[in-house]
């Protein structure tokens, strides 16, 4: 992990455990900065860097009431909140058609309510602040293409990046709102999604940059985000997909190479 060299703030990570949201935390601690992670259950190991180790605190984000408490505690044991990061989120796979209404209502509720909700009370604080605040929405490829299996979730993302425009709006100056939305990352779950290391690398081969991002690349990239470096990006999304998907027509289409096409009226 690369170290940096902004003066410590007080950043709060939800779902900051494991996956995309320990990256995250860990690019903070190596900054230096005072890190509290967030998640239903404590984990094995906390994300720690250079000797920092982050600070857990249980939080079910879904809860309104829980969420308040959370930035209440922070505050009161740091003095201030300089950077929130709503990572906490994700869907199982399910069939839009058959999925039940509960299914989808609790999908919306961890993934857009929550995390406004989160900026809510964030807000709240860094506004009282001199330096203000930071607010980074983590979304996904799945809110600006098609997302089947995940229908909900990928609306929810959707809704998201119109939050963060929106916000942005309403809390500024004091308070900067971004997204940082990542495309197809490996973590510890990958094997749920893609399969063995054959599956993993063959979607992989699919992506221009020739393989899936690892957590770092999105850490790096909220990290950044979150900086005195990107203090005019406020209201827009960041997208980290690799260069994309290659556009399935062109695998389907029959073309043939210019050698085997000839001109009208020649041999």
């Known amino acids: 992990m690369q170290e940096h060299n902004n003066a410590a703030r007080v950043v709060l990570v939800t779902g900051g455990t494991k996956g995309i949201g320990r ?9 230096g900065d005072r890190v509290v992670v ?7 190991d906390l994300p720690e860097c250079g000797g920092r180790v982050a600070e857990f605190v249980a939080c079910d984000v879904r809860e309104a009431e829980a969420v308040k ?5 922070i505050v009161e044991r740091h003095g201030r909140l300089d950077v929130l990061v709503n990572n906490a989120g994700g869907s199982p796979a399910a069939d839009a058609a058959t999925a039940s209404p509960r299914f989808h209502e609790g999908v919306i509720r961890l993934n857009l309510l929550s995390p406004f909700n989160l900026a809510q009370a964030a807000n709240a604080q860094m506004q009282r602040q001199d330096a203000g ?6 979304g996904s490829i799945s809110g600006l293409r098609p997302s089947p299996g995940t229908a909900a979730y990928g609306a929810a993302k959707a809704g998201v990046l119109s939050l963060v425009s929106s ?25 749920l999604h893609y399969g063995d290391e054959a599956g993993i690398a063959a979607v992989g081969a699919t992506i221009p940059a020739g393989r899936m991002a690892e957590p770092r690349d999105i850490a790096d990239a909220v990290y950044w985000v979150a900086s005195p470096a990107a203090a005019y990006m406020s209201g827009t999304n960041l997208l980290l997909h690799g260069g ?24």
Request: overall charge positive.
């Open 23 to 31: 990256g995250i935390a860990q690019a903070f601690l190596a900054g």
């Open 38 to 44: 967030c998640a239903r259950q404590p984990p094995a």
């Open 69 to 73: 408490a959370l930035v209440a505690g």
């Open 133 to 138: 605040g930071v607010i980074v929405f983590i």
């Open 167 to 191: 916000l942005a709006v309403e809390w500024a100056p004091k308070v900067r709102v971004v997204a940082v939305s990542p495309g197809l990352v490996r973590t510890e779950q990958s094997q």
């Open 244 to 267: 994309g998907e290659r556009p399935a027509f062109l695998g389907a289409a029959q073309t043939k190479t210019p050698k085997e096409t000839k001109e009208p009226g020649r041999g």
